[in-house]
């Protein structure tokens, strides 16, 4: 078993440390909000005070952060301060936010200049998957380290794939959400036309499942409240994967589209709809809540 060393227990890192601590990882986990770290406290991990702390005689250090600046600045620091100057080089990284494949180059060369093996591993699965251990993990860096590395993703996941090079796991990452995008918007705009032309949601949903319009939004994730449980329409839409998330993940992926010069209409637009949703002041609610641009009762 390994000594971890977790840092951001926001709604994704919570239920993955936990699946760690179950698979009898010994934790040490940082949060910046420090009530993040209570429900693992109890669960038996030891919460150290700082980020430093929790990598002291650590063999695996994994952070899950929101967005590019903050892994940037956790590993690399405002002044050369940041953590990797603090690792040993036995140590394994393994950064699993979604960020800028650019960053995750970036940051992984600096690790790699002081002898640190350091992977991107972005995740898919939501907090759904997070929670039950099912998570695909999109890897890029080193064959050595993907198969350092695979055991321990294993405990908090079902598919490990390794997409290429330090980068490869966050292009790959983007290039999905920015489709995940178009089809869950792309879902509540025909849900909600066949509300609208009479239909009951649930059975349409049905229908499109087990046709040729299928999709994870309709089958796994639907966005139309009343359809099904234990997904954020269930739940007024809290928690789960946040508006501000998915038009972060949209932004990654039209930047990466300028810099490869790529043809990407359909994720402009749907990025353009996330906005619509955002100046409703839905920032902080799960991505699915695009139904509500489309509800008209
Ligand atoms: P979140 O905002 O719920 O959690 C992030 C946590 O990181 C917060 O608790 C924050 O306080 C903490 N944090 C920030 N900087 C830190 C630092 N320097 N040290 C320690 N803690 C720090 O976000 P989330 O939903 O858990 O998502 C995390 C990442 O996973 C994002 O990059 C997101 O795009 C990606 N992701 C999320 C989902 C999802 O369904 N929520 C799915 C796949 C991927």
């Known amino acids: 078993m390994a000594r971890i060393g977790f840092l951001g227990l926001g709604n994704m890192g919570?239920?993955?440390?936990?699946?760690?601590?179950?698979?009898?990882?010994?934790?040490?986990?940082?949060?910046?909000?420090?009530?993040?770290?209570?429900p693992l406290a109890d669960q038996g991990a030891t919460i150290a005070d700082n980020a430093s702390s929790a990598i002291e005689n650590v063999d695996v250090v994994i952070s899950m952060l929101p967005a590019s600046e903050d892994v940037s600045l956790l590993y690399l620091g405002e002044n050369g301060d940041g953590l990797l100057?603090?690792?040993?080089?036995?140590t394994l990284v393994i950064d699993c936010s979604t960020i800028a494949a650019e960053?995750?180059?970036?940051?992984?060369?600096?690790?790699?200049?002081?002898?640190?093996?350091?992977?991107?591993?972005?995740v898919s699965g939501g907090v759904g998957g997070a929670v039950a251990g099912t998570l695909t993990f999109i890897v890029g860096g080193r064959e050595s380290g993907f198969d350092a590395a695979k055991p321990i993703?294993?405990?908090?996941?079902?598919?490990?794939?390794?997409?290429?090079?330090?980068?490869?796991?966050?292009?790959?990452?983007?290039?999905?959400?920015?489709?995940?995008?178009?089809?869950?918007?792309?879902?509540?705009e025909a849900l909600q036309m066949g509300v609208d032309n009479?239909?009951?949601p649930r059975v349409l949903s049905d229908v499109i499942?087990?046709?040729?319009?299928?999709?994870w939004a309709v089958s796994t994730y639907n966005p139309y409240p009343g359809v099904m449980e234990n997904v954020p329409a269930a739940n007024d839409y809290a928690r789960g994967f946040l508006v501000r998330l998915m038009i972060k993940d949209l932004d990654?992926?039209?930047?990466?589209?300028?810099?490869?010069?790529?043809?990407?209409?359909?994720?402009?637009?749907a990025r353009r709809q996330y906005e619509q949703l955002?100046?409703?002041g839905a920032d902080d609610l799960d991505f699915s809540s695009i139904q509500s641009l489309y509800r008209t009762e």
Request: hydrophobic share 40%; proline share 3%.
């Open 14 to 38: 919570q239920p993955m440390a936990s699946n760690l601590l179950k698979a009898g990882h010994k934790l040490t986990v940082f949060d910046l909000v420090v009530e993040q770290c209570a």
């Open 85 to 90: 100057d603090q690792l040993s080089t036995y």
């Open 103 to 122: 960053t995750a180059r970036e940051v992984a060369a600096a690790a790699n200049d002081r002898g640190i093996t350091m992977l991107d591993a972005p």
């Open 153 to 188: 993703l294993k405990d908090m996941g079902k598919n490990i794939f390794h997409a290429g090079d330090a980068g490869a796991g966050q292009v790959a990452k983007i290039c999905n959400n920015m489709l995940l995008a178009i089809t869950m918007t792309g879902t509540a």
């Open 198 to 200: 009479g239909l009951d």
């Open 209 to 215: 499942s087990a046709s040729s319009g299928g999709n």
């Open 252 to 269: 990654l992926a039209l930047g990466m589209a300028d810099q490869s010069t790529s043809y990407t209409p359909l994720g402009k637009l």
């Open 278 to 280: 955002r100046e409703r």
